[in-house]
């Protein structure tokens, strides 16, 4: 049997600091202000599978049942699992008998590195995506503060050599602006935000430092640098709340607009089983790709900065070329039926090298096979 659910206070509550009654429909402090009483997601999940799709949530990069994998049911029987199989979510460290070697990471290559992830930023403001944000994630909600986070990117990206001074000013500002509204420390209010949310500040923080770190401009890399424990400790709780949170996305109508609403569900108006598991994944993968993206910057900025960083971990992500390109959920439902999608932890990509193609593998997987094991490993291979 499932634990309870422990309700917790309403997102206009958690934001005020003030106590809620936990009532529903809405709270009475909700109900006096005349506004919509939001609640966020429950302490303990349970994750509910959706009709007319035979793919497991294995196979897509999402949660399984502590019983195993299940196919997936009608959602007026559904059975809700008791338990989340944690273990997608889990950040694997350095593994011991993986000797690192210095001498694979010269300041070139690291500044290589550098330059795909500029590559990257360009890419999501002149075609809305990129390997670690997919065209489909900000389609239904666009957050405010990746919003402006875009903005300001692009009018960077286009900057003049008389009002790059202007917009580094900018930039600047609006990064001190993100940090001080949305570095929460109280849990209620922390826990207010939802996976997308998170993910989309995380995203709006990585607009900043990637510029300041490595624009040349030096106070704009002095303040990054003291705001670079802010972007990590945000992707950490991203990744915390996606691996508790992820269930809602069952339970939503849009599968990316994770408000939680008080109002009953009605199944009817659920989306398709095939469309909704897609959208679940987007909204997973780019989740892990994030986190490796992020984490990875830091220690890309450290190594060139004192020759030496700790490597942050790795997680599990999604390597088959085409997966994350589909453009329909039938499209990627029929990768998924057909082939691995190669969903594997980083420290696991090794093996890539004598059971797949580089052809098989997409461009992210390629970078992070090459930051993980170096270019004249890649070159070999791909030769």
């Known amino acids: 049997?499932?634990?309870?659910?422990?309700?917790?206070?309403?997102?206009?509550?958690?934001?005020?600091?003030?106590?809620?009654?936990?009532?529903?429909?809405?709270?009475?402090?909700?109900?006096?202000?005349?506004?919509?009483?939001?609640?966020?997601?429950?302490?303990?999940?349970?994750?509910?599978?959706?009709?007319?799709?035979?793919?497991?949530?294995?196979?897509?990069?999402?949660?399984?049942?502590?019983?195993?994998?299940?196919?997936?049911?009608?959602?007026?029987?559904?059975?809700?699992?008791?338990?989340?199989?944690l273990s997608t979510w889990k950040i694997e460290p350095y593994p011991i008998h993986i000797n690192p070697n210095m001498n694979l990471f010269s300041s070139s290559m690291l500044k290589r590195y550098v330059s795909v992830i500029q590559h990257w930023l360009k890419s999501w403001v002149m075609s809305g995506s990129n390997p670690f944000i997919h065209p489909q994630l900000y389609r239904t909600r666009f957050p405010t503060c990746v919003q402006v986070a875009y903005t300001t990117l692009s009018a960077y990206i286009n900057r003049t050599e008389t009002n790059s001074e202007i917009?580094?000013?900018?930039?600047?500002?609006?990064?001190?602006?993100?940090?001080?509204?949305?570095?929460?420390?109280?849990?209620?209010?922390?826990?207010?935000?939802?996976?997308?949310?998170?993910?989309?500040?995380?995203?709006?923080?990585?607009?900043?430092?990637?510029?300041?770190?490595?624009?040349?401009?030096?106070?704009?890399?002095?303040?990054?640098?003291?705001?670079?424990?802010?972007?990590?400790?945000?992707?950490?709780?991203?990744?915390?709340?996606?691996?508790?949170?992820?269930?809602?996305?069952?339970?939503?109508?849009?599968?990316?607009?994770?408000?939680?609403?008080?109002?009953?569900?009605?199944?009817?108006?659920?989306?398709?089983?095939?469309?909704?598991?897609?959208?679940?994944?987007?909204?997973?993968?780019?989740?892990?790709r994030t986190w490796l993206t992020a984490t990875g910057l830091q220690a890309l900025y450290l190594t060139l900065q004192q020759g030496w960083a700790f490597c942050p971990g790795g997680m599990m992500f999604t390597t088959r070329r085409g997966v994350w390109e589909a453009k329909t959920a039938f499209a990627w439902e029929r990768l998924c039926l057909e082939t691995d999608i190669g969903f594997i932890q980083r420290f696991e990509t090794e093996k890539l090298f004598t059971e797949a193609s580089p052809l098989e593998i997409d461009e992210f997987g390629k970078m992070i096979l090459e930051s993980t094991y170096g270019t004249e490993r890649m070159e070999r291979w791909t030769q």
Not at 62 to 85: C, F, H, M, W, Y
Request: charged share 20%; net charge negative; aromatic share 4%.
């Open 167 to 288: 917009i580094l000013r900018i930039i600047e500002s609006q990064a001190n602006e993100l940090v001080s509204n949305t570095d929460i420390s109280v849990n209620d209010v922390l826990e207010s935000l939802d996976p997308l949310e998170h993910l989309a500040r995380a995203h709006a923080l990585m607009v900043y430092q990637i510029i300041c770190l490595f624009d040349g401009d030096i106070r704009s890399r002095h303040l990054a640098e003291g705001r670079a424990n802010i972007l990590v400790r945000w992707v950490t709780q991203m990744v915390e709340c996606a691996s508790s949170s992820l269930y809602l996305l069952s339970l939503t109508l849009d599968p990316l607009d994770l408000v939680e609403t008080t109002s009953p569900v009605n199944p009817s108006s659920v989306t398709g089983g095939t469309e909704h598991l897609w959208h679940t994944w987007i909204l997973a993968e780019s989740i892990r």
């Open 1 to 85: 049997m499932a634990a309870p659910l422990e309700l917790r206070a309403c997102k206009s509550c958690a934001k005020s600091k003030r106590k809620c009654d936990k009532q529903m429909l809405s709270c009475q402090r909700c109900k006096d202000a005349g506004i919509d009483c939001v609640y966020p997601p429950p302490r303990q999940s349970s994750y509910v599978l959706l009709n007319d799709c035979h793919l497991s949530n294995e196979a897509a990069g999402l949660p399984k049942s502590s019983a195993g994998i299940r196919e997936i049911g009608d959602v007026n029987t559904a059975t809700q699992s008791s338990a989340v199989d």
